[in-house]
């Protein structure tokens, strides 16, 4: 029934540049028997390409193709719509956006920024919002699981800056619809047919199933007892790590 | 009807430094001749005292029981619930909370504490909200006017925080009917029979209205066209300035 596994990356595979336990040996086997798997990842702090070199180096048989990460989608968007963006990103990832530097922006691109969250920053953000600018964002995480403990990610800035505003912001990762059903279709499969997982019961788990796939929640990264409360459709089930949630699928 | 006046001051009395045209003219004749007024601010980037001299120094015949600020209410609400607070507030207001000194905090104070909203200590605050500790907030203002354009004021990033922990503030400030009625009190009136004349239309206008407080919004400081529009309830007015929001009281 399930044809395809979509998989988060922090605090489901790896934790900073920590494998979680059992991520690889759970993980590994897929790949070398061609079940088909992406990884869908809101991470902003670190580009693509390193995103790539950091699975590989921990052993993953992984393609550039089959990572989807949220500033991507965020720079299809804003191609597709002949957007100049102001930056509210980690300047980690500036590289990736050098093809849109212009003169008047009329959009906010927000990514988890960090120590670029300054006051000044999001007071720049709020002005140019308020003169008419879009509010693009690269998702609305609350946090998420660093080895010095939880940390805040994108999610709050954007509901800072909507409220400031009295906006509502276009989110262009997880868990927008959009974001699911194009690593969904590359898979070639129907949405129904996917399986989400991850840490995140919002994004993660409440997202994919809102978009009709499947979705498993590991007790791993972000996790906080409770967190099962908060999933609000059926079709999701609890592990405690990706070892558990991908037992079934082991050739 | 109307037996006594509460004033806001950013926006509406002075801005930065400079009183807003007609402002004085407007309150002063309402002090020589006794009647009732009360100024009530949820502006936190300043310490009392410094708003008394402020509004002296402007040629206002004002005493610094007259002058309720949401700072001020919070501190009343430390010493009353025992509470240790971590502060997230402006630099300049760091005196007047000299003694809530301590270890093990169990509250996180915010309030507009403009460059001290930097990552490393809304994050500070996230932790400590999310093992349980109280979020206690100044107000939920979003924005207010500065000489060189609109900023941020503390309230998204209340919302950033309660989003992040899935909380509810305690807003001491503007609009907590507590606050609006304390000064009531003091002035020897019911509600009904006290006029709320602000610049802010969510904290002034309709928290006042809530109140039970009678209401005016000025179009001078945050004002911007459409504001009207967000009023929630009937019994308000709205006027130019305070020259016009007090032209009936004068003697």
Sequence with gaps: MIKGVLLDLSGTVYEDDKLIPGALEAIEPLHASGFPVRYLTNSSRIPR??????????????????IFTAPAAIQDYLREHSLTPWLLIHPDIEEEFTEFHGQSPDAVVVCDAEHAFSY???????????DGASLLAVGDNRYF????????????????????????????????????????????????????????????????????????????????????GK????????????????????A
Excluded: W
């Design 49 to 66: 390409n390193k995103i790539l070199s950091r699975l590989q180096g921990m052993g993953f048989t992984v393609h550039a193709e089959q």
């Design 120 to 130: 000044e920053n999001l007071n720049r953000a709020f002005r140019l919002l308020i």
């Design 145 to 228: 699981k660093q080895a010095e403990g939880l940390s805040l990610d994108a999610g709050p800035f954007v509901r800072a800056l909507e409220y400031a505003v009295d906006c509502e912001a276009i989110v262009l990762g997880k868990p927008s619809q959009a974001f699911f059903h194009a690593a969904v279709a590359q898979l070639g499969c129907k949405p129904s047919e996917v399986l989400m997982i991850g840490d995140d019961v919002y994004s993660d788990i409440n997202g994919a199933l809102k978009a009709g796939l499947k979705a498993t929640l590991v007790r791993t990264g972000k996790y906080r007892p409770g967190d099962e």
């Design 231 to 250: 999933i609000v459709e059926p079709g999701a089930s609890v592990c405690d790590d990706l070892l558990e949630a991908l037992r079934d699928f082991q």
